[in-house]
């Protein structure tokens, strides 16, 4: 048997089980998206605005500290001196507070916040097939992403510190059980938040539950993770490597993030919108095949005045 009888068998395969096909018209919609890369340019703005965001840290904290060294010292020996970048700043510096300092890494927070709504407001158009006619304008695309990263970044902060929580070895079990409660809870409403306000398109909560709850606990797995990794492997390490392994950590954590969340989204879309199944080799193309690859062409609308219209030849499965 050739490989490519193999898999039509497989093809046939899945497609005669309903769970099995909806995985892979689900991995075979993340394909079409093209979202691993939707996911490498989320990330990326994700990276970059981490940066300023410590600028501000440091500098918050150094208004607060100034003149308290017995504090600064217990801030350097606890959790932030895990941090190798922010430990060596604040052994060769003293905290102190800088106007200018604040206003740079404000700005910049908000510049680097902003291209991580937008690249997220991209994917998440791409994903649901919103032709670009339909989508906000530059300003209001802007302004939208302004109020999202306002209420995202507040509560996804909440959402850390109490997976942080969790991740702590001197709390009882009882305490650990409620922070992973809360965490859980804080990231559902993280999510649901997101997948609401990223898209042009009219979804209600019902449709965007399913792909929720798979962000919401695999993201609450990628934070014990990322708090395992602080914990028992970073900071064992010299400045130099802690260094490398800080910032290759911080990227390949974002991107992962990045990756989950929008897979996560396609479960949405293709359950919605019944999606499913998928043919792998596209011979015969099945109805599924044919609606999304319409949606997928449709999205090339750019004006009010232009109509894309798809045609397909050959057999129907």
């Known amino acids: 048997m050739s490989i490519t009888d193999r898999l039509r068998h497989i093809d046939r395969f899945q497609q005669q089980r309903p769970g099995l096909g909806f ?36 500098t918050v904290l150094g208004f607060i500290l100034q003149g308290d060294p017995a504090e600064q010292q217990r801030i350097l020996n606890g959790t932030l001196g895990q ?4 430990r060596d700043q604040l052994k060769l510096h003293s905290l102190k507070g800088s106007t200018v300092a604040l206003v740079i890494g404000i700005v910049a927070s908000l510049l680097a916040g902003l291209g991580v709504t937008n690249a997220a407001q991209n994917a998440f158009n791409r994903i649901w097939d919103v032709p670009f006619k339909h989508r906000p304008n530059f300003l209001f695309a802007r302004l939208r992403g302004l109020g999202t990263l306002a209420i995202l970044g507040t509560m996804s902060i909440a959402s850390t510190v109490a997976a942080g929580f969790v991740g702590a070895s001197t709390h009882g079990t009882l305490a650990v059980l409620a ?24 979804v209600g909560w ?58 996560a989204a396609e479960i949405n ?49």
Do not use: C
């Open 23 to 58: 995985v892979v018209a689900v991995i075979k919609k993340f394909s079409d998206d093209q979202a691993g890369q939707l996911a490498a340019l989320i990330s990326y703005y994700a990276f970059v605005s981490i940066f300023p965001l410590l600028l501000v840290l440091v």
């Open 83 to 86: 941090f190798p970048i922010l």
């Open 179 to 202: 922070g992973v409660l809360i965490a859980f809870v804080l990231n559902f409403a993280v999510f649901m938040t997101a997948f609401t306000l990223l898209t042009a398109a009219d």
């Open 206 to 263: 019902r449709e965007l539950l399913p792909g929720v709850i798979v962000a919401a606990v695999s993201w609450q797995l990628l934070q014990h993770l990322g708090g395992y990794y602080l914990d028992h492997e970073l900071k064992r390490t010299g400045p130099l490597y802690g260094v490398f392994a800080f910032v290759l950590g911080l990227l390949a954590w974002l991107y992962l993030g990045a990756q989950m969340t929008i897979f």
């Open 269 to 317: 879309v293709v359950k919605a919108r019944r999606l499913w199944p998928r043919s792998f080799l596209n011979d015969p193309l099945l109805d599924a095949d044919r609606r999304a690859l319409t949606s997928s062409a449709e999205v090339e609308e750019r004006v009010q005045d232009e109509n894309v219209e798809v045609d397909f030849h050959g057999p129907q499965g």
